[in-house]
């Protein structure tokens, strides 16, 4: 039976997970729910799966005996361990991400609990953002950089790619929303004849 244990056994899923001692992990049915310095956070549990905590800062995922039987298991297995410790770092830390926007007179701001976007068109947008867990800070002028914060990383790039859905990086001088480390192609532009 141990052979047979180690053979079904995801590499990843099998992994302890340490997080951090400032970190409270409470069970509620299928959820889990993490409270940490900057909110708290909950993780749907659709496994079978027994968590345990053999310490303040140390957990097992184990699978019940029931679970080993299904192909798909193994899989599941792995990417919910990933989560876990994804969300538990969002919550003892922040995730931060760097998005640049160029183009000539391309601003975004903060106003209210809004983000006014003005990228070269004869109106601003306006969008509601969910500011209370993702926060806009600005770095640099020029060419404008700007990083979001938040506990929560799902989130945070749900908010990179929704920002960058209204004024994508054009082929040939790279204007738009951009992350830090994209790597963009440009095209070459027109040759004149001589």
């Known amino acids: 039976m141990q052979n047979y244990l180690k053979r079904k056994m995801s590499n990843i899923g099998k992994r302890k997970v340490f997080i951090a001692s400032q970190i409270l992990v409470k069970k509620y049915k299928n959820f889990i729910i993490f409270y940490g310095n ?14 345990i905590q053999k310490d303040k800062t140390e957990f097992s995922l184990l699978p019940k005996a029931s679970a080993l039987v299904n192909k798909q298991f193994k899989s599941s297995w792995g990417t919910f361990n990933i989560n876990f410790v994804k969300l538990t770092y969002g919550i003892a830390n922040l995730f931060y991400l760097k998005l640049r926007l ?59 790619v929704f920002l960058r859905s209204f004024k994508k990086p054009e082929p040939y001088k790279g204007k738009g929303f951009s992350l830090i480390r994209e790597r963009l192609i440009l095209k070459e532009g027109k040759k004149l004849k001589n």
């Open 102 to 160: 160029i183009g000539v007179g391309f601003k975004i701001f903060k106003k209210q609990k809004k983000a006014v976007l003005k990228l070269g068109f004869s109106h601003r947008y306006f969008t509601e953002l969910p500011f209370g867990s993702v926060r806009i800070r600005k770095i640099r002028k020029r060419p404008l950089v700007f990083g979001l914060k938040s506990f929560d990383f799902e989130l945070l790039k749900n908010v990179a």
């Open 38 to 51: 900057f909110g708290a956070l909950k993780l749907k549990c659709n496994i079978p799966l027994n968590i």
